[in-house]
Protein backbone atom coordinates (compact mmCIF):
# COMPACT_ATOMS: atom_id res chain seq x y z
CA UNK A 1 0.00 0.00 0.00
CA UNK A 2 2.89 2.42 0.65
CA UNK A 3 4.82 1.80 -2.23
CA UNK A 4 1.16 3.00 -4.60
CA UNK A 5 1.42 6.15 -2.43
CA UNK A 6 5.16 6.43 -2.99
CA UNK A 7 5.21 5.40 -7.20
CA UNK A 8 2.07 8.26 -7.08
CA UNK A 9 4.05 10.89 -5.52
CA UNK A 10 7.00 10.26 -8.05
CA UNK A 11 4.89 10.63 -10.81
CA UNK A 12 3.62 13.35 -9.56
CA UNK A 13 6.95 15.21 -8.70
CA UNK A 14 7.98 13.98 -12.63
CA UNK A 15 4.70 15.93 -13.60
CA UNK A 16 5.77 18.77 -12.25
CA UNK A 17 9.09 18.82 -12.77
CA UNK A 18 8.84 18.54 -16.88
CA UNK A 19 5.94 21.06 -16.08
CA UNK A 20 8.62 23.80 -14.14
CA UNK A 21 11.28 22.61 -17.17
CA UNK A 22 8.54 23.54 -19.90
CA UNK A 23 7.54 26.52 -18.47
CA UNK A 24 11.24 27.81 -17.86
CA UNK A 25 12.52 26.56 -21.63
CA UNK A 26 9.75 28.94 -22.91
CA UNK A 27 10.31 32.38 -20.63
CA UNK A 28 13.97 31.91 -21.27
CA UNK A 29 13.89 32.54 -24.84
CA UNK A 30 14.33 36.18 -24.60
CA UNK A 31 17.31 36.17 -22.33
CA UNK A 32 18.49 33.85 -24.74
CA UNK A 33 18.06 36.31 -27.64
CA UNK A 34 19.71 39.22 -25.38
CA UNK A 35 23.06 37.47 -24.91
CA UNK A 36 23.59 36.84 -28.58
CA UNK A 37 23.42 40.65 -28.67
CA UNK A 38 26.19 40.87 -26.55
CA UNK A 39 29.83 40.74 -27.60
CA UNK A 40 31.61 37.67 -26.78
CA UNK A 41 34.96 38.23 -25.11
CA UNK A 42 36.61 34.93 -26.37
CA UNK A 43 36.14 32.48 -29.25
CA UNK A 44 36.52 29.12 -29.43
CA UNK A 45 38.95 27.61 -32.08
CA UNK A 46 39.63 23.89 -33.18
CA UNK A 47 42.78 24.13 -35.32
CA UNK A 48 43.63 20.71 -37.15
CA UNK A 49 46.85 19.28 -36.80
CA UNK A 50 48.86 20.01 -39.83
CA UNK A 51 50.62 16.83 -41.22
CA UNK A 52 52.13 17.93 -44.60
CA UNK A 53 55.34 18.29 -43.28
CA UNK A 54 55.40 14.27 -42.90
CA UNK A 55 57.54 12.65 -44.98
CA UNK A 56 56.11 8.84 -45.18
CA UNK A 57 59.56 7.78 -46.79
CA UNK A 58 61.63 8.04 -44.07
CA UNK A 59 61.43 5.70 -40.79
CA UNK A 60 61.36 6.74 -37.20
Known sequence: ELDKVDS??????????SSIAAYL???SVPELENAKGRKKKSKSV???????????DEDF
Do not use: Q
Not at 10 to 16: K, P, R
Not at 46 to 56: F, G, K, L, T
Open 25 to 27: SLT
Open 8 to 17: KDNMMSYGVR
Open 46 to 56: YVMPDHSNVNE
